[in-house]
C-alpha cells in the first residue's frame, strides 16, 4: 500500500517538475523526501513485522504448552 502511495506521489511531483523543469533544485528537494518517506515506511513495516512474529511465536508457544499440560492432566486420571 504504502508503495503505491509513494508512486502516485512521486508521479505527482515528476509531472509538477516537468511543468516547472527551471525549478529542478524544487523538484530534487520533493522526490528527496518522497524517497526518506518511503524508506522511513518500510523501515516501520519491517519493524512491525518482526515484532507480530515475535509475540506469535511467544503465543504459539504458551497454547502448545497449555496444551501439553492438559492432556497430562487427563492422561493422569
Do not use: N, P, W
Request: net charge neutral; aromatic share 8%.
Amino acid at each position: 500500500m504504502e508503495l503505491i502511495f509513494s508512486a502516485i506521489l512521486g508521479g505527482l511531483i515528476v509531472l509538477i517538475g516537468m511543468k516547472f523543469s527551471q525549478k529542478k533544485s524544487i523538484l530534487k528537494l520533493l522526490l528527496r523526501i518522497v524517497l526518506l518517506i518511503k524508506d522511513y515506511t518500510l523501515s516501520v513495516l519491517a519493524e512491525s513485522y518482526e515484532k507480530f512474529k515475535d509475540v506469535l511465536a511467544e503465543s504459539k508457544a504458551e497454547y502448545e504448552a497449555e496444551k501439553r499440560a492438559e492432556k497430562q492432566i487427563h492422561t493422569d486420571e
